[in-house]
């Protein structure tokens, strides 16, 4: 159960592994059918609170529904697709949201709290050791960067793939964190995993939060939740819609996967005939033919419901996820519009921040900004002040 992403456990020492033993017996009535308790939802605060944000790369607003639903206030959301901005114009008329190269935008007479953004995770072609801004210029991140030096937010969160962590050997990170460090901030990372968080999906993103230095402030992180929310708790009387749908052959094969099975449940002559070359490669490639669990959050969501290597077929219904399943499992309102043709619309889901996940963040930015800690669903965490601090840190 650990080994799938369905119960944390407290690693003391090495082949030590300590368990909640109620969290267990959540875990094991939900997997094996006994739902109790339906935890899904979409939270929403009930104050609002007077913080102001930027959010960059704003995509269909998984972030930016997030941090709305915490209570912060948007002044201005960018991105440069013109699928992503209608959907966002569509939902939120009154927000003031801008179809722009990030590249060609100037912030020098903005004001703002917070400065967030999803930037792409590419590498930085510097030379020497010295990291400092000019060196990430060329990148996303440098205009993301370049936002805050002309802003100076209270507190920034960029929001990553888990895969950044180690992208170029870690320098990628390594590079951020300095850049960010010598813009003036302290800065503190983790990956969350959004199954602990009030989402029907085991998906990872990497958070950083900074705060100015000038304003002594903490970081908070949230707890992890210790449920889980199935998919089955998650699609109830979900709303139809359209939706991809298999070829005649591709059906045929699907139709032969049981619930939260993939492709090895095949006959051999298929499997090798569905597989073709990929039968003789090496790992589990579990994702093939794959079809999901009614009772486990859902596997991530990629761009589309039916890649080859990250099949998402229904755990019932031989077909791939809806437009709408794939907005519930990411905990976007059914409300929530997308616009555009649907494989623009899965991509739009599928690049976004699960919109809960987005809201305990954005909880935890308003703490931060009151300096007071709510102890039940956050802690406080060590920052990083000087680039020594993080090549102190062992990421691997
Ligand atoms: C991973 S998505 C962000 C998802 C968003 N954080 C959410 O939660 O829904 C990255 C976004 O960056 C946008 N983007 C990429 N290059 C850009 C550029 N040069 N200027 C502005 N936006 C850009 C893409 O259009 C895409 O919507």
């Known amino acids: 159960m650990e080994k799938k992403g369905l119960v944390k456990a407290n690693k003391l020492k090495p082949n030590f ?22 935890h899904y939802k979409i ?17 269909a607003g998984g972030t930016a529904l997030g941090f709305d639903h915490a209570g912060l206030e948007h002044i201005l959301l960018s991105d440069i697709n013109k699928d992503s901005v209608s ?37 930085f072609s510097y030379a020497g050791k010295k990291l400092g801004f000019e060196d990430a210029r060329g990148t996303l991140f440098f205009d993301f960067a370049r936002c805050i030096k002309e802003v100076k937010p209270k507190v920034i969160m960029g929001e990553n793939v888990r895969g950044l962590l180690k992208h170029d050997h870690g320098k990628t990170l390594q590079s951020i964190t300095s850049v960010l460090i010598d813009l003036g901030y302290n800065i503190a990372f983790k990956v969350l995993k959004a199954q602990y968080f009030d989402v029907p999906q085991k998906r990872e993103r990497l958070i950083i939060l900074g705060v100015r230095k000038d304003l002594n402030l903490p970081i908070f992180f949230p707890k992890e939740k210790d449920y889980l929310i199935s998919l089955k708790e998650a699609l109830q009387n979900c709303p139809k819609s359209e939706g991809q ?15 939260g099975g993939y492709w090895r449940n095949l006959p051999k002559d298929l499997q090798k005939q569905y597989m073709s070359t990929s039968y003789y490669t090496s790992g589990g490639k579990t994702g093939m033919a794959r079809r999901l669990s009614w009772n486990e959050p859902s596997l991530t969501l990629t761009c589309a419901p039916a890649q080859k290597q990250t099949e998402r077929c229904h755990p019932k219904e031989t077909r791939p996820l809806t437009i709408r399943e794939y907005a519930r499992i990411q905990t976007f309102p059914d409300s929530w519009e997308f616009i555009g043709s649907i494989s623009s619309q899965y991509r739009q889901i599928g690049n976004a921040v699960p919109v809960n996940l987005g809201f305990h963040i954005g909880q935890c930015i308003i703490a931060m900004l009151n300096k007071k800690i709510d102890p039940k669903s956050m802690y406080k965490t060590k920052v990083l002040k000087e680039l020594k601090d993080f090549k102190q840190m062992s990421l691997f």
Not at 43 to 59: D, P
Not at 245 to 259: G, H, T
């Open 87 to 123: 959907t966002l114009k569509k939902n939120k008329p009154k927000w003031n949201i801008l179809e722009e190269d990030i590249t060609k935008m100037n912030f020098k007479s903005l004001s703002a709290d917070i400065v967030s953004g999803g930037f792409p995770c590419q590498a």
């Open 43 to 59: 939270l929403k605060a009930k104050k609002k609170s007077n913080y102001s944000v930027i959010e960059l790369f704003a995509g």
């Open 245 to 259: 749908q298999y070829s005649k052959r591709k059906k045929e094969i699907m139709k032969l996967i049981p619930e």
């Open 17 to 38: 592994r300590l368990f909640n033993i109620n969290e267990l017996e959540r875990v094991l009535n939900k997997t094996n059918g006994k739902h109790g308790e339906n």
